[in-house]
């Protein structure tokens, strides 16, 4: 087989299945995710929600030390599949504070669909929210904690959930009192194709 026709034919193959695969929904449509769309200015507090059926499934981020030692933030989203059907409730989760470490999942079985988060000029920190949406009463199962982001305090971040049957549920991080930054592990989860009793696994 001709090799130049192997690179046209490979391209198409992945795309046609990852539009058209057991989920039925086209992945690759990521809504909003570019350099130059941060949703925030540096010190500047922001809440960021994902269109109404949507999840987090990429951030990404920027640290500037010069600028209060304050990373600029990017999201994206995509539709959940037909199986979860629309979300049944939509809620913003409690503060976690600045300047702390905190581990945190989205209370009654939710998926991530936003952040919300201001700046503390006196910690140079963030507190965060998570904003969160519960499908009817599927369940999560099969969770994992992602690698750190950033790998190193001070880099910039690119955490994009290659795992399309894996939805963000929450993270933990951790904040380092000298380089004033934090690291992200976060929680992906799979969830039941049916509904279960449980209020919060």
Not at 45 to 67: H, L, N, T, W
Not at 179 to 199: L, P, V
Request: charged content about 20%; glycine content about 6%; overall charge negative.
């Amino acid at each position: 087989m001709d090799l130049s026709l192997l690179w046209v034919l490979v391209p198409l193959v992945t795309m046609a299945w990852g539009q058209y695969g057991d989920y039925g929904y086209p992945y690759q449509q990521y809504h909003d995710y570019s350099d130059d769309g941060w949703v925030n200015l540096n010190r500047q507090g922001f809440s960021y929600q994902c269109p109404q059926g949507q999840v987090i499934v990429a951030v990404r981020s920027i640290f500037s030390k010069k600028e209060g030692s304050d990373r600029q933030w990017n999201y994206a989203c995509m539709p959940t599949p037909q199986s979860l059907g629309e979300p049944t409730e939509c809620w913003w989760e409690e503060i976690n504070r600045a300047g702390m470490e905190w581990y945190q999942t989205c209370s009654n079985n939710g998926l991530v669909a936003g952040f919300q988060s201001r700046y503390f000029e006196s910690v140079l920190d963030r507190e965060w929210q998570f904003y969160c949406c519960r499908y009817s009463k599927r369940c999560p199962y099969s969770c994992w904690l992602t690698t750190e982001y950033p790998g190193h305090y001070g880099e910039d971040m690119d955490m994009i959930s290659y795992n399309y049957d894996y939805y963000i549920r929450g993270a933990t991080t951790t904040f380092s009192a000298v380089e004033r930054d934090r690291q992200w592990k976060f929680i992906m989860c799979r969830m039941t194709d049916y509904d279960c009793e449980f209020a919060n696994v």
